[in-house]
């Protein structure tokens, strides 16, 4: 039997593995929820919405979509340096189904309980399926990653391997899962598709050890890239060959479709972030492991993005076949 409005918030999102373990926070029960900031604290917060058949496919996997809606939303945390504090959900779907909210909420309880926020409130309503998530975090006063501070002579790097979510694409649609797929390369790239890694860690290395601007690559790196760009009144010049691709796209769709999913794919949620260059750029064993980073150019006074290796500008429409 389907749960009314009050029981199904206590049973799938005012429970453990979602429940903020901040002692000064009060989360879901009230009309807000209310949050104490420290003294020297400046909070980050972002939100996203995700609408079925526009977003994500119909009949997808609710603990895979649990998860990757606050993935995505984590990553606007982890691109501006923040460290995660907690989360709200707009929740809006056509009725109330036990078997897919325990899985959902799953999925959402799986990332927070990794990156130890909590769920402090959020609305419920019939329509639609549709998930707002909106984030908070927490940053030093006056210091952030912003997407304004790329310097001429700055170092390009992303993190991580780009294209992968771009590549899963056709099997997200046809509406495969990584359990559905047959190959392990398949498996890999719908893996980054669903459960992409918000590079929060990374990110507040980032911020304390002085990149000077980042922001996560959500629509594309050529796109997003000219982003910063802009915000910073520069240009770039891009070695489209050290763009990172993984093992699995590249045996996949072969060398010239990898790159090309990689320059102009989105979803990947990888950070882009530029770095002083007379300043070596060392992170520690524990971050690189799990974040590798990769130097793909520089920041140029020229205005646009060009090939570093043809000087031939590039745009996002000119890597777009179709
Ligand atoms: P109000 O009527 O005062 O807006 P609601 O009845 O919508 O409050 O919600 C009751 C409580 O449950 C509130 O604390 C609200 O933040 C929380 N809540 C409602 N829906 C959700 C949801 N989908 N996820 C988390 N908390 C929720
Ligand atoms: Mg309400």
């Known amino acids: 039997m389907a749960l009314g409005e009050f029981d199904l918030i206590r049973s799938f999102f005012d429970r453990p593995g979602l429940r903020s373990s901040l002692s000064d926070v009060v989360g879901i029960g009230d009309d807000c929820a209310l949050l104490s900031l420290q003294p020297g604290q400046?909070?980050?917060?972002?939100l996203d919405t995700l609408v079925e058949g526009i977003h994500f496919p119909k009949h997808c996997d609710p603990y895979l979509l649990g998860y990757r809606a606050l993935a995505v939303n984590l990553s606007d945390l982890a691109a501006m340096g923040a460290k995660p504090h907690s989360f709200t959900l707009g929740l809006t779907m056509p009725e109330s189904n036990?078997?897919?909210?325990?899985?959902?909420?799953?999925?959402?309880?799986?990332?927070?309980?990794?990156?130890?926020?909590?769920?402090?409130?959020?609305?419920?309503?019939?329509?639609p399926l549709t998930l707002s998530i909106q984030v908070q975090g927490t940053l030093p006063e006056a210091n952030a990653l912003r997407r304004n501070g790329a310097q001429v002579g700055d170092l390009i790097y992303v993190s991580g391997c780009l294209g992968d979510a771009a590549g899963a694409l056709p099997d997200v649609l046809r509406g495969q899962n990584p359990g559905s797929v047959r190959t392990l390369e398949q498996r890999h790239l719908l893996e980054?598709?669903?459960?992409?890694?918000?590079?929060?860690?990374?990110?507040?290395?980032?911020?304390?050890?002085?990149?000077?601007?980042?922001?996560?690559?959500?629509?594309?790196?050529?796109?997003?890239?000219?982003?910063?760009?802009?915000?910073?009144?520069?240009?770039?010049?891009?070695?489209?060959?050290?763009?990172?691709?993984?093992?699995?796209?590249?045996?996949?769709?072969?060398?010239?479709?990898?790159?090309?999913?990689?320059?102009?794919?989105?979803?990947?949620?990888?950070?882009?972030?530029?770095?002083?260059?007379r300043k070596k750029l060392l992170l520690p064993d524990?971050?690189?492991?799990?974040?590798?980073?990769?130097?793909?150019?520089?920041?140029?006074?020229?205005?646009?993005l060009v090939d570093a290796e043809t000087a031939q500008p590039l745009s996002p429409r000119a890597y777009q076949h179709f």
Not at 42 to 46: F, I, P, R, T
Not at 102 to 119: P, V, Y
């Open 42 to 46: 400046q909070l980050a917060q972002s």
């Open 98 to 127: 036990d078997v897919w909210l325990q899985s959902f909420s799953d999925g959402l309880a799986e990332l927070a309980s990794i990156h130890q926020i909590g769920l402090i409130g959020g609305d419920t309503t019939r329509g």
């Open 286 to 304: 524990s971050l690189m492991t799990d974040n590798p980073v990769t130097c793909i150019g520089r920041i140029t006074s020229a205005s646009g």
């Open 192 to 277: 980054r598709y669903y459960r992409p890694t918000p590079r929060i860690a990374l990110g507040q290395w980032l911020l304390e050890n002085g990149a000077t601007a980042a922001l996560d690559i959500s629509d594309g790196l050529l796109g997003d890239l000219g982003h910063i760009l802009k915000a910073s009144q520069v240009g770039a010049e891009i070695k489209t060959t050290s763009v990172p691709v993984s093992k699995a796209l590249g045996s996949l769709m072969g060398p010239e479709k990898s790159r090309e999913l990689a320059l102009t794919g989105g979803d990947d949620y990888e950070l882009c972030f530029t770095w002083p260059d």
